[in-house]
């Protein structure tokens, strides 16, 4: 019988790992908090407000898509999944990497981690692109009107970007 090697995380292991898991915690909480904001105000009334923004899955984001030239939601929902899908196979990857448990060495893992960089960066651009497909109504004084990304958006992208960084990182 041969004798089982004792595995010690390091600090820097460690750091991998917690930054890792984090992304996909991230980009978890990312997908089920709001997303799209919008602002009114008016001038002329004195008046302004915000709304607390719609999550990803809501029924608000479909109705407002309906409309021409809005850039596609189901293809903001579709990065945002793939993104937190991504995440949690880096966060798994580099604990098994730091446990030394996965020996995968080269451009896969590579492939992967670029990948999942370029999703997180993509959820972004499609998040504002969709955001600004919505338009803005500007008559004035009388009412402005915008959309805007919110909290979802950010913490879905940075979470993604962030474990693929550390799966990157840690791949050697």
Known sequence: MGKRKSVKIGPIDLVFILVSVAGFVFALIGIFVPWIGVSA?????????????????????????NADGVFPIGLV????????????????GVFLKALQTVRIKGLIPFIFAVVTIVVGVLIAVFSFS???????????EILKISYYPLVGMYFCAIGTIASGVMMLLKRG
Not at 47 to 63: I, M, P, V
Not at 77 to 92: E, S
Not at 131 to 137: F, M, N, Q, T, V
């Open 130 to 140: 969709y955001a600004s497909s919505l338009g803005k109504l500007d008559a004035g």
């Open 41 to 65: 105000s008016s001038e002329l009334v004195g008046q302004s407000s915000t709304s607390e923004g719609s999550a990803l899955f809501s029924k608000d984001l479909s109705t407002m898509s």
């Open 77 to 92: 929902r579709a990065f945002a999944i793939i993104g937190l899908v991504l995440a949690f196979l880096c966060a798994v």
